[in-house]
């Protein structure tokens, strides 16, 4: 056995981070006994943000912990538990660094439009953290995730609501036809290593936007380009769409994780839906700031500090305007919060899901649910949602009790498909040609685009594609399951891929499975029909998709995305074990704060932990640590099977009180076992203690829900509060301690 075995324990943000603070004691706990030691990283957005101005902090100087994070996964000892985090838009980015400098910390302000030489290398940190800061950095392997056979026959026996779907519903996807990134991405594969650089040529000459990206043989490079003024054209037209059918409109993108690409998309809706308004007020509004790319609810921000009689005419207009104009999807109806609100608060991946669990509707201002208009402008994937709600439309909804799962093998690794968030993306800001041009002068892409236009450009190296193919293959056999590869041949970079997807696979051993190659649209209707008749498929994507489906799928059969096992085998021989979405986390802060009730479900957490002693045992010879994940599966099925998840008011369960049963049946597992005497002894008393206070602990844990509650802070809460709130059983504190 190790004796320096290291388990990581990210820190990250919302309800995860408050149910770490109750949970990590019993991690620390039980791992302790297998010689396992539990060390934290700060990898939350408030920690990122402070990693990036240590000459600012003094003695309040945080390591960056993600960077370290990073180096290790490119290690064969890495073991990182990794919990949902914010990937910030910049409303919330703007939120933390207030809260930030309120609690003390002298970071700069983040300037919309950086003049001097501080304020724009202050904002070119601050985008180091926004989007997919996180994920990237982590993810040095390719993702295996699926429903643990406990949580889906769970699921079976106590089937999710789901909303009844018939053939009458207008519900419908808009996407645009044209000048989308779909219609004009470019593809090439590197015959040899080389050097590019991203270049525009406009009436003022040439200029460089990217030099000396340096590129392995073997890798994908692909770029497309958005027409912003076709995407003004698709909303406009979907605008009148939805009016006509008395449709409530909404917008599904991903502004958080595609931070460059899809808040400028986002600002393009809000310019077309609010414009009589904002053209208008066209004035009033840019001296005070307003920025469209932020949502509308950046205007309703700005109003208090405008004079009176021109607060009162823009409110008029938009009171106004809403009689007007379709009605917006609501993602709060009693605050009037819409879906063109926040950025951030309508990521695809998670709405859509939800919008196709409800039968196809949302929510509007009276608080009831409407069939939908649902734009999702790009064509690359709009078509997934649109075969779902054909197949809804004609079959109604699936059955939780009956249906097929559908885990997903995914393309992530080294940045893998990574765009829209980086420094490869930008917005142009006159007309022009962007070329990609290799070390010997040859130009590999171009697209002419206009001012306003959005340009992106993404690597995907040999190596992990390589990889991911070995593991949709090893999956295909060791679950007896038909894996199928979700490839378009009509798109550019798609059609490079399944060149090297083909050219894999002729290298593996694939006889007696079933493995294909189908379009997204193919693929969506080919599983959604084996999953109807209870037939499970391997789902193979790239790394958008990747995120669409492990969402969209598990909502479907598990009621949400938190209760995958999600495994990613790292190149270098590493595990990294993530724990699922964090979509609801928000509203779980909320209540939490309002009542002391925490809803956020640690299962994720609990999948995670039994994988990553699993690995310590298959890497390090441990074989405590293969007791612990034994012990930790027998838990996991009785808290399912007992039904000891967080329920959802004040006096039930809570996710304090699922932690405690999680820690007795542990330690009852580890008692009843025999595989070793020494785990066997140390852990009985402590089952004995928790079985013998079981309803005292749950009397002091109830006890303390109900009031409001401080815990310091939504980006950055004090630990010492939270901690007092997180753990308020003096009881099972005590208990714990005896070992």
Wanted: glycine share 6%; no cysteine.
């Amino acid at each position: 056995m190790s004796n320096d075995a290291k388990l990581i324990y990210t820190l990250t943000d919302e309800a995860p981070f408050l149910a770490t603070q109750s949970l990590l004691p019993i991690v620390r706990t039980f791992a302790a006994q297998a010689g396992i030691a539990v060390e934290t990283r700060d990898i939350s957005l408030a920690g990122r943000i402070l990693a990036q101005f240590p000459e600012s902090l003094g003695a309040n100087k945080v390591p960056d912990d993600l960077t370290e994070l990073g180096q290790l996964a490119t290690t064969p000892d890495a073991n990182i538990i990794k919990l949902p985090n914010i990937s910030a838009s910049v409303p919330q980015l703007k939120a933390a660094i207030k809260e930030l400098q309120a609690q003390g910390f002298a970071i700069p302000d983040y300037a919309d439009e950086p003049a001097t030489d501080a304020e724009k290398d202050a904002r070119a940190r601050y985008a180091k953290v926004m989007g997919s800061a996180v994920n990237p950095v982590l993810r040095e392997g390719n993702s295996d995730r699926r429903a643990p056979l406990s949580v889906k026959n769970y699921a079976k026996k106590h089937p999710h609501r789901m909303g009844k779907w018939d053939a009458g519903s207008k519900t419908a996807i808009a996407h645009m036809d044209a000048g989308d990134f779909y219609g004009t991405e470019q593809s090439v594969t590197l015959a040899a290593d080389d050097t590019v650089n991203i270049v525009f040529e406009g009436a003022n000459g040439a200029k460089t936007m990217k030099e000396g990206l340096k590129l392995k043989a073997g890798e994908i490079i692909s770029a497309a380009s958005m027409d912003t003024g076709r995407l003004a054209d698709f909303v406009d037209a979907s605008i009148a769409r939805a009016q006509a059918e008395n449709l409530l409109l909404s917008l599904h993108l991903k502004a958080t994780m595609m931070k460059v690409s899809d808040p400028i998309m986002f600002g393009v809706a809000v310019k077309r839906y609010y414009a009589p308004v904002l053209e208008k007020h066209a004035k009033a509004l840019d001296d005070a700031g307003f920025d469209a790319n932020n949502g509308i609810g950046d205007l309703y921000a700005r109003l208090p500090s405008m004079p009176e009689e021109t607060r009162k005419a823009i409110e008029a207009d938009i009171a106004a305007l809403y009689s007007q104009r379709p009605a917006l999807a609501m993602v709060n109806s009693d605050k009037g919060i819409t879906n063109l609100h926040v950025p951030s608060d309508v990521i695809v991946d998670a709405s859509m899901p939800a919008m196709l669990r409800d039968s196809g509707k949302m929510w509007n201002a009276q608080g009831a649910l409407q069939d939908t208009l649902a734009m999702i402008p790009d064509r690359n994937y709009a078509g997934i949602y649109a075969a779902v709600v054909a197949d809804m439309k004609a079959n109604g909804a699936l059955d939780p009790a009956t249906m097929g799962s559908v885990p997903n093998v995914g393309l992530m690794a080294q940045k893998a498909e990574e765009y829209g968030s980086h420094d490869k993306t930008f917005q142009l800001s006159e007309d022009g040609t962007v070329k990609v041009v290799d070390a010997a002068g040859k130009v590999l892409m171009s697209h002419a685009v206009k001012a306003g236009d959005i340009w992106r450009m993404s690597q995907t190296k040999d190596a992990p594609i390589q990889d991911w193919v070995k593991l949709a293959v090893n999956r295909a056999r060791l679950s007896k399951t038909p894996a199928v590869f979700w490839l378009d041949a009509q798109r550019a970079h798609d059609r490079q891929m399944i060149a090297k997807v083909e050219a894999a696979l002729k290298g593996l051993d694939t006889q007696g499975l079933e493995i294909s190659i189908k379009t997204p649209v193919e693929a969506m209707t080919f599983t959604l029909a084996r999953a109807r008749k209870g037939e499970d498929t391997i789902s193979v994507t790239g790394n958008v998709l990747r995120d669409y489906l492990t969402d969209l799928f598990p909502i479907m059969e598990l009621g949400t995305s938190a209760k995958m096992l999600s495994i990613v085998p790292l190149m270098a021989g590493g595990g990294l074990f993530e724990t699922g979405a964090g979509g609801s986390a928000p509203k779980h802060v909320q209540q939490f704060v309002e009542e002391n009730y925490l809803r956020w479900d640690s299962l994720g957490e609990f999948l995670a932990l039994a994988a990553s002693f699993e690995h310590f045992a298959e890497h390090t010879g441990n074989q405590k640590a293969r007791v612990l994940a034994d012990a930790l599966d027998v838990a996991n099925g009785k808290i399912l099977d007992e039904n000891r998840s967080p329920a959802r008011k004040v006096g039930q369960l809570d996710n304090r009180g699922s932690h405690f049963y999680l820690a007795m049946y542990w330690a009852q597992a580890l008692a009843a076992q025999n595989a070793d005497a020494d785990l066997k002894a140390t852990f009985t008393p402590l089952a004995e203690a928790l079985t013998r206070d079981e309803a005292k602990i749950l009397a002091e844990l109830n006890g303390a829900q109900g009031q409001p509650v401080d815990i310091g802070g939504y980006y950055k809460p004090d630990l010492t509060k939270l901690a007092a709130a997180m753990r308020p059983s003096p009881t099972f504190n005590t208990d714990l301690a005896l070992i």
